[in-house]
């Protein structure tokens, strides 16, 4: 399953709302194996959604997610400074699992 | 608290063969699959493969057949992946994964691999 990422970057002031894209070549049947991750420079990856909606132990409500199918959104409601980040999404519905190619937050 | 700990980093020469090592530790080794996934400078991320350390069995990406192979040692709750007959595009930061359903949590900081001449 391919998944596409969009935008690529979106630069955004703190406060504002940001509203990231992810889409599946084909459905993930499961929204349950749909999760995304954060990324910071010289850090491993870390999960901030899984199963399409549900954040990770310790992830700030103002991240959330939603979709089902092939459409799936991460949402950040009110930018914080550290936001600034590449987000990925990912399948692991279907074997192998695969990530989309990120979309890069950067904050004014 | 779930701890995974992977080698230093390393220097290799094309052709070579390189060994990174993922220590686990804070919850029971053999009950989670661990995942390979590596990330070449300013690129995305690429899976390539699991290991189920309770078994040995393996599933590998079409990518690195033939290239890869992933091992453990289960009296040392370490997982290894090594990669042979490297190359420049092989440079890449390479991370253990453990497997949960409920999304993947828990990462090790990362090793990088430089291929260069």
């Known amino acids: 399953i391919v998944l596409t990422q969009s935008p690529g970057t979106l630069s955004l002031s703190p406060g504002e709302r940001a509203t990231l894209s992810c889409r599946a070549s084909?459905?993930?049947?499961?929204?349950?194996?749909l999760a995304w991750y954060q990324q910071k420079p010289g850090q491993a990856p870390r999960l901030l959604i899984y199963?399409?909606?549900s954040r990770a132990t310790g992830i700030p409500d103002r991240f959330s997610g939603s979709g089902s199918g092939t459409d799936f959104t991460l949402t950040i409601s009110r930018l914080e400074p550290e936001d600034s980040a590449v987000y990925y999404c990912?399948?692991?519905?279907?074997?192998?699992?695969?990530f989309g190619g990120g979309t890069k937050v950067e904050i004014k | 608290q779930v701890h995974l700990v992977q080698s230093g980093a390393e220097v290799k020469k094309p052709g070579a063969s390189v060994k990174v090592s993922c220590k686990a530790s804070?919850?029971?080794?053999?009950?989670?699959?661990i995942h390979w996934v590596r990330q070449a400078p300013g690129q995305g991320l690429e899976w390539m493969g699991w290991?189920?350390?309770?078994?040995?069995?393996?599933d590998y990406a079409q990518t690195f057949q033939g290239r890869v192979t992933m091992t453990r040692d289960t009296s040392t709750s370490t997982a290894y992946m090594e990669l042979s007959r490297l190359t420049s595009d092989d440079t890449a930061v390479y991370y253990c994964?453990?497997?949960?359903?409920?999304?993947?949590?828990?990462w090790g900081q990362g090793t990088l691999v430089t291929v260069s001449s």
């Open positions: 804070g919850y029971t080794f053999i009950n989670y699959y």
């Open positions: 994964v453990r497997d949960e359903s409920a999304g993947w949590e828990d």
């Open positions: 290991i189920d350390p309770s078994r040995g069995v393996t």
């Open positions: 199963a399409a909606s």
């Open positions: 084909q459905s993930v049947s499961s929204s349950y194996y």
């Open positions: 990912q399948q692991y519905d279907r074997s192998p699992p695969t």
